[in-house]
């Protein structure tokens, strides 16, 4: 690495571009030091636990040291002569950034900021400074041609500069030679949307000369036709590419509160005269009168289009096919959602957004709901099982996920997200998240302590969403060791006891997602995959507990079963928590008998783990194929954030957070024992190649570099603080 802080450009690399993948199944040994050949032929027998490796005629004892990635000792580097020393990476200080000290535990607040406080809310220590053009130029002539007569309203008082050539050559830094020059939005859509503002708009303008000999500036498209006015706003925003998009008027109807919900008011209504009922006296039901279940039973005819029953709604399906990509806070954006879709993700969910901005029209709130084409398709895969009644030409990958701290809200944010937003597989409701701002106010874990609240509220969502199906995620409870999953997984497949007696049956969710830690845990300690495991065979149990009440007056309706495929109708059960590898995955599905997992970090240390699932083997990919995947992310992010200044200082934003995550992948050929395990954290070492080393870098500088690759140098005011510290220490490169 240049010690002037440059990027050095990756033909000075020694890896090769066109080095295909390396594949290694279990079986297989480890790529050799010196020249990196494949796998030589030996057959080497890997031990899970790695305690004993035996080779072909040979026998020897691997002992592997708890918590540290095991490297070959070629690799390692000396931390004596390193600038810094090794540090861990803390997610759970990375989650809890910005927040006092006060509010924080001892451990989160010195491992996370060295006891200092900082200003509390949300993330409010990282500043990432502006990425603004100096002279901004105005939107009226950002994409029209320069003599095109003015039109901004504000005339004489705008504020912005309407001399076209006074900003090209002032105003805007210049044009970014990546990517060959060629802007990726003209690329994919045939004209940019950004017009003048974009860092690549030498390759879609020129100068004419007219007649008269006057010249001028004017845009041009991919096949060399003129453009001539400004580009269509819809276009210009996302395009055709991306779905679920709202329209400004219904966020307007939306922050007016305007926007009709018709099914939940009558829910709600209902659901107030039942509670007025109920603490009016006792139940007529407990007396032994039916009158109070038929009122419930009948309650659907009241509404003049019954809504649909949960075994009506649009059957999902999970599978050992179906690895999942978790809604991932900050980073589960529509570029890396798209990334991970074509490399095999199979469902994909949201970021978890948050009911009342939802409600409130904020537009920040509804780009969480977008989802791109890709998303929109049927997933690939063809269930081995016989499934009922699944159609998978009608199924499609993506998901919204919502966390929501009472009935009505979570109600209303339903029937808006079904109205408004129609590619939708379906809605989540977050039970699981930690952070506090989200937990003092009643949403995420904290609904886990309010079980027979969180019962109301997912029966309710089932009500209004159509035929979107419901489901759940969760975590094992709030505290460290008190366990409440089994007992809440039990609620939610059954109905609790008062929704029995009231004939009302299961809430009827579709899947139910346990996450294998506490909310006090949050991610200091691994996922409890034993619990998960028990948690899952409570399902099965539950199908024998299904038949023994058959005739008899708590036997659920068959109309109140979940949507799932399953022949007995209760919902799929999905274990989430430290999945880093095909073998993790397999083994998780094999010993706790689930019918899918979720990935959360994993993706985002090695985006190819859904591709390691499909084909059942390592995959050793090459540095060219990890910076190959990073430009596919940068594309991603500047077609869907834009071109412009702005657009270019949002992907370096996301690409550096992902970056931060994506360092800590070791590559598997310079891995002494398989598999690798997620706790572990690796010692100083150095790639296979200098491109190698960099991209194991924990060092944020050094992921600036990375960026400045294919986004150029960063912004004067740019100024990125990352979550935590991964490994930081200053690596030599070779020689």
């Given at each position: 690495m240049a010690e002037n802080g440059e990027a050095e450009p990756?033909?000075?690399?020694d890896d090769d571009p066109s080095e295909p993948t390396r594949t290694m199944k279990r079986s297989e040994p480890l790529a050799e030091t010196g020249d990196f050949e494949e796998p030589t032929s030996k057959r080497v027998k890997l031990d899970l636990d790695g305690a004993n490796d035996t080779t072909e005629g040979t026998s020897f004892k691997q002992e592997r040291q708890k918590g540290v990635t095991p490297i070959k000792p070629e690799y390692l580097i000396d931390l004596s002569r390193t600038a810094e020393p090794t540090a861990q990476a803390d997610d759970d200080a990375a989650e809890s950034a910005g927040k006092p000290e006060s509010k924080l535990s001892q451990g989160q607040a010195s491992a996370g900021r060295g006891g200092q406080k900082t200003k509390g809310g949300q993330n409010h220590a990282?500043?990432?400074?502006?990425?603004?053009?100096?002279?901004?130029?105005?939107?009226?002539?950002a994409r029209v041609n320069e003599f095109a007569p003015p039109s901004c309203s504000f005339g004489a008082k705008c504020k912005f500069e309407h001399d076209l050539r006074k900003y090209l050559q002032d105003g805007k830094r210049g044009d970014l030679e990546t990517f060959e020059g060629m802007c990726p939005i003209l690329e994919v859509k045939g004209k940019c949307t950004a017009g003048w503002?974009?860092?690549?708009?030498?390759?879609?303008?020129?100068?004419?000369?007219?007649?008269?000999?006057?010249?001028?500036?004017?845009?041009?498209?991919?096949?060399?036709?003129?453009?001539?006015?400004?580009?269509?706003?819809?276009?210009?925003e996302e395009g055709i590419a991306v779905a679920n998009l709202v329209s400004v008027g219904d966020k307007i109807q939306l922050r007016k509160k305007k926007f009709p919900t018709p099914k939940s008011e009558q829910y709600l209504k209902w659901l107030d005269q039942r509670m007025n009922d109920t603490n009016g006296g006792s139940s007529k039901a407990e007396n032994g009168d039916d009158e109070?279940?038929?009122?419930?039973?009948?309650?659907?005819?009241?509404?003049?289009?019954?809504?649909?029953?949960?075994?009506?709604?649009?059957?999902?399906?999970?599978?050992?096919?179906?690895?999942?990509?978790?809604?991932?806070?900050t980073q589960g954006n529509m570029p890396f959602r798209?990334?991970?879709?074509?490399?095999?993700?199979?469902?994909?969910?949201?970021?978890?957004?948050?009911?009342?901005?939802?409600?409130?029209?904020?537009?920040?709130?509804?780009?969480?709901?977008?989802?791109?084409?890709?998303e929109t398709l049927p997933p690939r895969y063809t269930p081995k099982a016989i499934v009922q009644d699944y159609d998978n030409s009608k199924d499609l990958k993506f998901g919204a996920q919502i966390a929501a701290n009472k009935p009505w809200l979570a109600l209303k944010t339903t029937e808006v997200l079904t109205s408004l937003a129609p590619s939708l597989r379906a809605i989540d409701l977050n039970c699981g998240c930690p952070i506090d701002l989200v937990y003092r106010q009643g949403s995420g874990s904290a609904l886990l302590d309010a079980p027979a609240k969180l019962e109301k509220i997912l029966r309710g969502m089932n009500t209004v969403s159509g035929e979107v199906p419901i489901t759940v995620k969760i975590r094992m409870g709030t505290k460290d060791k008190h366990p409440t999953a089994e007992k809440l997984s039990r609620r939610l497949v059954l109905g609790g006891e008062e929704a029995q007696d009231a004939g009302e049956g299961p809430a009827g969710v579709a899947a139910i997602t346990l996450h294998g830690r506490s909310r006090q845990q949050r991610y200091t300690r691994s996922a409890d995959w034993e619990y998960i495991a028990e948690c899952a065979s409570l399902v099965q149990k539950l199908k024998t507990q299904k038949a023994g009440v058959?005739?008899?007056?708590?036997?659920?309706?068959?109309?109140?079963?979940?949507?799932?495929?399953?022949?007995?109708?209760?919902?799929?059960?999905?274990?989430?928590?430290?999945?880093?590898?095909?073998?993790?995955?397999?083994?998780?599905?094999?010993?706790?008998?689930?019918?899918?997992?979720?990935?959360?970090?994993?993706?985002?240390?090695?985006?190819?783990?859904?591709?390691?699932?499909?084909?059942?083997?390592?995959?050793?990919?090459?540095?060219?194929?990890?910076?190959?995947?990073?430009?596919?992310?940068?594309?991603?992010g500047l077609e869907y954030w834009g071109s412009d200044e702005?657009?270019?200082?949002?992907?370096?934003?996301?690409?550096?957070?992902?970056?931060?995550?994506?360092?800590?992948?070791?590559?598997?050929?310079?891995?002494?024992?398989?598999?690798?395990?997620?706790?572990?954290?690796?010692?100083?070492?150095?790639?296979?190649?200098?491109?190698?080393?960099?991209?194991?870098?924990?060092?944020?500088?050094?992921?600036?570099?990375?960026?400045?690759?294919?986004?150029?140098?960063?912004?004067?005011?740019?100024?990125?603080?990352?979550?935590?510290?991964?490994?930081?220490?200053e690596i030599e490169a070779e020689g």
């Amino acid at each position: 690495m240049a010690e002037n802080g440059e990027a050095e450009p990756t033909s000075h690399m020694d890896d090769d571009p066109s080095e295909p993948t390396r594949t290694m199944k279990r079986s297989e040994p480890l790529a050799e030091t010196g020249d990196f050949e494949e796998p030589t032929s030996k057959r080497v027998k890997l031990d899970l636990d790695g305690a004993n490796d035996t080779t072909e005629g040979t026998s020897f004892k691997q002992e592997r040291q708890k918590g540290v990635t095991p490297i070959k000792p070629e690799y390692l580097i000396d931390l004596s002569r390193t600038a810094e020393p090794t540090a861990q990476a803390d997610d759970d200080a990375a989650e809890s950034a910005g927040k006092p000290e006060s509010k924080l535990s001892q451990g989160q607040a010195s491992a996370g900021r060295g006891g200092q406080k900082t200003k509390g809310g949300q993330n409010h220590a990282r500043q990432f400074g502006s990425s603004r053009d100096a002279i901004q130029l105005c939107m009226s002539r950002a994409r029209v041609n320069e003599f095109a007569p003015p039109s901004c309203s504000f005339g004489a008082k705008c504020k912005f500069e309407h001399d076209l050539r006074k900003y090209l050559q002032d105003g805007k830094r210049g044009d970014l030679e990546t990517f060959e020059g060629m802007c990726p939005i003209l690329e994919v859509k045939g004209k940019c949307t950004a017009g003048w503002r974009c860092r690549f708009a030498g390759s879609h303008s020129k100068e004419v000369e007219h007649e008269d000999g006057r010249k001028e500036l004017v845009l041009i498209k991919k096949n060399g036709e003129t453009v001539h006015g400004d580009a269509d706003e819809a276009e210009g925003e996302e395009g055709i590419a991306v779905a679920n998009l709202v329209s400004v008027g219904d966020k307007i109807q939306l922050r007016k509160k305007k926007f009709p919900t018709p099914k939940s008011e009558q829910y709600l209504k209902w659901l107030d005269q039942r509670m007025n009922d109920t603490n009016g006296g006792s139940s007529k039901a407990e007396n032994g009168d039916d009158e109070a279940t038929d009122r419930v039973h009948d309650n659907r005819a009241r509404y003049r289009e019954p809504p649909l029953k949960p075994s009506e709604k649009r059957r999902i399906y999970y599978g050992p096919e179906t690895p999942i990509l978790a809604p991932l806070t900050t980073q589960g954006n529509m570029p890396f959602r798209r990334l991970c879709v074509s490399l095999g993700a199979q469902v994909t969910w949201s970021e978890m957004a948050m009911s009342l901005p939802l409600l409130q029209g904020e537009k920040q709130e509804w780009a969480l709901m977008k989802a791109h084409e890709s998303e929109t398709l049927p997933p690939r895969y063809t269930p081995k099982a016989i499934v009922q009644d699944y159609d998978n030409s009608k199924d499609l990958k993506f998901g919204a996920q919502i966390a929501a701290n009472k009935p009505w809200l979570a109600l209303k944010t339903t029937e808006v997200l079904t109205s408004l937003a129609p590619s939708l597989r379906a809605i989540d409701l977050n039970c699981g998240c930690p952070i506090d701002l989200v937990y003092r106010q009643g949403s995420g874990s904290a609904l886990l302590d309010a079980p027979a609240k969180l019962e109301k509220i997912l029966r309710g969502m089932n009500t209004v969403s159509g035929e979107v199906p419901i489901t759940v995620k969760i975590r094992m409870g709030t505290k460290d060791k008190h366990p409440t999953a089994e007992k809440l997984s039990r609620r939610l497949v059954l109905g609790g006891e008062e929704a029995q007696d009231a004939g009302e049956g299961p809430a009827g969710v579709a899947a139910i997602t346990l996450h294998g830690r506490s909310r006090q845990q949050r991610y200091t300690r691994s996922a409890d995959w034993e619990y998960i495991a028990e948690c899952a065979s409570l399902v099965q149990k539950l199908k024998t507990q299904k038949a023994g009440v058959t005739d008899t007056v708590r036997e659920p309706d068959a109309r109140d079963l979940s949507s799932s495929t399953s022949s007995s109708g209760l919902p799929y059960f999905v274990g989430n928590g430290d999945i880093l590898s095909h073998t993790d995955y397999n083994d998780h599905m094999a010993t706790g008998k689930l019918d899918s997992c979720m990935i959360a970090r994993g993706a985002l240390i090695k985006p190819w783990i859904f591709e390691e699932i499909e084909s059942q083997q390592y995959l050793d990919k090459s540095a060219s194929e990890r910076l190959g995947y990073i430009e596919r992310f940068v594309r991603n992010g500047l077609e869907y954030w834009g071109s412009d200044e702005v657009g270019v200082g949002t992907t370096r934003r996301f690409l550096l957070e992902w970056l931060s995550f994506s360092c800590r992948y070791v590559p598997v050929g310079i891995l002494e024992v398989l598999p690798p395990r997620f706790g572990d954290r690796p010692p100083a070492f150095r790639g296979r190649s200098e491109l190698e080393t960099l991209l194991s870098s924990g060092n944020y500088k050094d992921w600036i570099k990375i960026s400045e690759m294919f986004l150029g140098p960063a912004h004067k005011d740019f100024n990125f603080q990352p979550k935590h510290k991964s490994n930081s220490y200053e690596i030599e490169a070779e020689g």
